[in-house]
């Protein structure tokens, strides 16, 4: 198995038992663009996870893949702790 591989499955193991938990999310979108939002974690797949996030105007659900906590465009954060995954 690919070293890559394993650290993204690595990252899929940590997420796992926080599927519901309010989680922090900031979102690097280049050319110092930084979006913050705070959600629930949704869902897991087996090459991206799903947030649902609260906006003003209304519920929508965003995905990312595990490549991009891998490489810090995405940072996730349990709202009650400080710890990033």
Same mark, same amino acid.
Request: with cysteine; glycine share 2%; aromatic share 6%.
């Given at each position: 198995m690919n070293s890559s591989v394993a650290t993204i499955e690595k990252?899929?193991?940590k997420m796992?038992?926080? +599927?519901?938990?309010? +989680?922090?999310l900031k979102t690097n979108r280049g050319r =110092?663009?930084? +979006?913050?939002?705070e959600g629930i974690l949704d869902s897991l797949y087996p090459n991206i996870f799903v947030i649902?996030?609260?906006?003003?105007?209304?519920?929508r659900c965003v995905?990312?893949?595990?490549?991009d906590l891998l490489t810090s465009t995405v940072e996730l !954060?349990?709202?009650? !702790?400080? =710890?990033a995954v």
């Open positions: 990252i899929r193991e796992e038992p926080l +599927v519901g938990s309010r +989680v922090r =110092n663009r930084i +979006v913050e939002n649902r996030l609260n906006d003003k105007r209304a519920e995905s990312y893949s595990y490549i !954060q349990l709202c009650d !702790q400080a =710890n």
